[in-house]
């Protein structure tokens, strides 16, 4: 079976309304598109004792987590120090990260027609982005060279560690799905079928659902919508899985929703 894959998103913007977020709806899009489904969100401020507690929880089970935000080495960001804190580690200047830190440095020192000084106060201080908890494996970042990083709990939970902005941390997380899990790509397997149920209450069609799920490796789901313009109260009912145990189980979903006397609307189907 897939891990289950979490997502953090770490930031007092996020949380005061300054900035929104776009960490959420697109990772659920790359993992869509590898077959692979989000099972939980967390959003978590510039709080140390708060992403600690965060990142010790997901590091003591199993489970594949991306954490966006709080990587970089201004008074704001805590997220590598809380990261070894949760692990009970030190930090260290990882060799790799400060060779790709160095070549960004380099490049920026030539595009403004300047002699790299890595004595100068502000290229020392930048070396600090490359500081990660031992034992980090890191992840390139196309975008400026600047490196994230992944660590492994003692309890499974595998926890990668990107920017928080999105135009480095999404091709990150898609490097690292890539790469590190190809083999839990499932492109096709996996199917969701569904019915509109007119009028319905959830509460009268649970026996159902429970017995759907009982009997098939699936999950049942239902949405329901009081002021759909098109179809006025209504429970979009369905299953979602393995696309050969999905048709059995959705063709006994009917089945039972017409015993019930149900009346229904258009059906839908997605991968």
């Known amino acids: 079976m897939t891990p289950a894959i979490g997502l953090i998103i770490i930031g007092d913007e996020i949380l005061s309304g300054k900035r929104q977020d776009k960490h959420l709806s ?14 939980w969100a967390r959003f978590v401020g510039d709080d140390r004792k708060s992403i600690t507690a965060n990142l010790r929880d997901v590091f003591a089970q199993p489970g594949i987590v991306f954490s966006c935000g709080g990587i970089g080495a201004t008074p704001d960001d805590h997220t590598r120090q809380c990261a070894a804190a949760a692990l009970e580690v030190e930090l260290a200047l990882h060799p790799e990260a ?7 440095m380099r490049d920026v020192a030539a595009e403004q027609g300047q002699v790299f000084d890595p004595q100068r106060a502000d290229n020392v201080h930048r070396y600090n982005m490359g500081v990660f908890p031992v034992g980090s494996t890191i992840i390139e970042n196309p975008y400026n060279k600047i490196p994230g ?9 595998q926890v990668h560690f990107v920017p928080g902005f999105p ?5 990150m997380i898609e490097w690292v799905l890539d ?22 209450m959830e509460a009268a069609l649970t026996p159902l659902m429970e017995q759907i799920e009982r009997e098939y490796p699936v999950k049942v789901f239902s949405l329901p919508s009081v002021d759909h313009p098109e179809f006025g109260r ?7 899985g393995a696309s050969g145990a999905v048709a059995d189980a959705f063709a ?6 017409r015993l019930h006397g149900a009346e229904l609307g258009p059906e839908m189907v997605r991968n």
């Open 234 to 240: 209504h429970i979009e009912l369905g299953v979602k």
């Open 179 to 200: 790469h590190t899990y190809a083999h839990l790509h499932q492109q096709g397997s996996s199917l969701e079928r569904s019915v509109i149920v007119m009028g319905a």
């Open 98 to 104: 400060k060779a790709l830190i160095e070549s960004r």
């Open 252 to 257: 006994s979903l009917l089945a039972g929703l």
């Open 149 to 157: 990083f992944s660590c492994a709990g003692v309890g499974g939970g």
């Open 167 to 171: 135009v480095m941390a999404w091709p």
């Open 26 to 39: 697109k990772v659920i899009e790359l993992l869509s598109a590898r077959g692979m489904s989000l099972s």
